[in-house]
């Protein structure tokens, strides 16, 4: 969901081809350039520097050329009113903001519109970006037993999106910086910093802090929080010094994914000899095939999945596995569900008809989802209503209120619409959303109706 900024071109060669020969003629709008993303993402300049533009892709063909609106929170958006500071790049329908502000979050929609008909782009959701300091950012000095694990917090500052938080090691005055790359310390996904076990190696030179950190990747910023100084004391009796592996971060006993997302689960154990413990992890009981997906990350501390599959739910659990005999091995289990926005398999292809000869036409949507989405076709913008019918078998048929196509030339079966005895009136744009609780695939496309004499 997050600042996907690629762009979906919809460009079809036969249409493109069809638009160029019965140039003069009818061709309803449809999209050839919109958003993939839901999300949009901007910055306000801070007080002396430039404003970065963005823009909201409109981009639609059709003949004749389509005319573009475009909707705020659900009402007309009047451009007019913002004078220079947004605007529309004729000949088509994107929007740009030039001097992007505060007031220009919102929910987004376009439109295209020709006497044939209308396309409908997807609503854009457009929010700011913002990395606010920490709360805390003083210098503490923290106090530990060596051999004995230990937790160092930090309060990750408000930002949108949400800053990765991780640890550093700053050396104060010249402000250099060096990462924690190190098998006995591991920042879990809150930002706290685990050691497995704290050891003389530990203290750093006089100067130099753990520092916690926050960055945003989409405003290219980072800001620094707590500063620690780290002084390791001895425990009187040396054997107190070894303990058995205990956990100290493990992930949620049950998770919920999103397929084509990260997921990542941790098992941060402590107080053990990092040296003679291992991680297994293991998929409903059987340990873990890595490939370029699937890897362990942190040491073996979590795992690492890429472009979660629907096929990766299961059990997972992680093993620690002690070669001493005396300490027990551990394991915690952590259940993954992943959950599917709606996508497509294949999506209906515009048809151009032939007067007085086409009879039937048919378009096919498929698509996934976890939950099964609900498909919803339209037709120029409105939905084309379902009703069961009664007199009708298992067919869904459109009730006549939304929709100038009467029900009985047109039938939705399951994902499959279909226009009988084809009339000039059925010329448009229409569209195919799928929607589950998790979000929508929508995609247009168009029904033309030309004389035959257009392919002689
Ligand atoms: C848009 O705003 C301008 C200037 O405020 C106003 O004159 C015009 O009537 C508005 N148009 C619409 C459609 O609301
Ligand atoms: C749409 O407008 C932008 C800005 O004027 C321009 O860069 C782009 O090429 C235009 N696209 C088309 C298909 O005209
Ligand atoms: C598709 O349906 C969803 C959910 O009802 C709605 O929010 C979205 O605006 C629809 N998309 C289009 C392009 O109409
Ligand atoms: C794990 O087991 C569950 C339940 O039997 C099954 O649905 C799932 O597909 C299995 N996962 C893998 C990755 O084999
Ligand atoms: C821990 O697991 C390993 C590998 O499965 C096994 O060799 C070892 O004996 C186990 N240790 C204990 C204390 O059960
Ligand atoms: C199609 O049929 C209608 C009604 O019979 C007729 O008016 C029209 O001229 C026909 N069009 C073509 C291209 O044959
Ligand atoms: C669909 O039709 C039913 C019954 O005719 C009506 O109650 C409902 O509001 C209609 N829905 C839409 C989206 O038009």
Redesign the pocket.
Known sequence: MLCKSNIRLQLNLFTLLLALIHNGSTLPPFIIKQHDGREILYKVASKGNHPKPFSLLCEAAGDPMPRYRWTKNGEHFNLTEYGNRIIMNSPNGTLTFLVPKDEDEGIYQCFAKNKHGFATFSPLIVRKSYLEGFKDDSIQVVEAVAGRPLKLECKAPNAYPPASVYWMIQTRGSGEIQSIDDARKTVDPDGNLWFISVSDDDVLKSGEYYTCAASSRFRNEYKLGIRVQLKVIHANNEKEEKITPIVQYVSAPSIVSLRGQRTELFCIYGGSDPLHTRVIWKINGTTINYDKRIKERNFGKSLLIRDTRILDRGLYSCEIISDSKETANQSSLINVDVLAEPYFISYPQSIVAI??QTKVVEFTCEVRGLPEPTIIWTYNGRVLNITTSNDNDNELVTSTQSSEISRERLSIVKNKLTIKDLMKSDIGNYGCNATNNLGFAYRDFYLDIV??QTFS
Request: charged share 50%; no cysteine.
């Open positions: 007067e007085n004389k035959p």
